[in-house]
């Protein structure tokens, strides 16, 4: 999946802060409303490119990389 994400149009690199910058949990049944999977990705946007048009690319591409179509979200910790 983080290769998938680099090749994302103005994703200069992964942070990863703090920790990982690909993180992937899962609501067991019961915790929530439905059960899934979520991930987080952590990321800085290159020079250039708006982080609201990166973060909204990045979603869509670790959707559609992924067959159970997790929710996603972005932490845009850096911008060149």
């Known amino acids: 999946m983080a ?5 994302v149009a103005g994703v200069a ?3 990863g802060t703090p920790g990982r910058p690909v993180r ?8 929530a409303a439905l059960s899934h999977r979520h991930v987080r990705v952590d ?4 020079a250039g490119h708006r982080a609201l048009d ?14 159970d179509r997790p929710t996603v979200a972005v932490l845009v910790t850096d911008a060149h």
């Open 43 to 46: 990321l800085a946007v290159a």
């Open 54 to 67: 990166v973060a909204r690319a990045v979603r869509a591409t670790v959707r559609e990389t992924l067959p």
């Open 13 to 15: 690199r992964l942070t």
């Open 3 to 7: 290769l998938a994400v680099l090749a």
């Open 24 to 31: 992937l949990t899962v609501t067991p049944p019961g915790q």
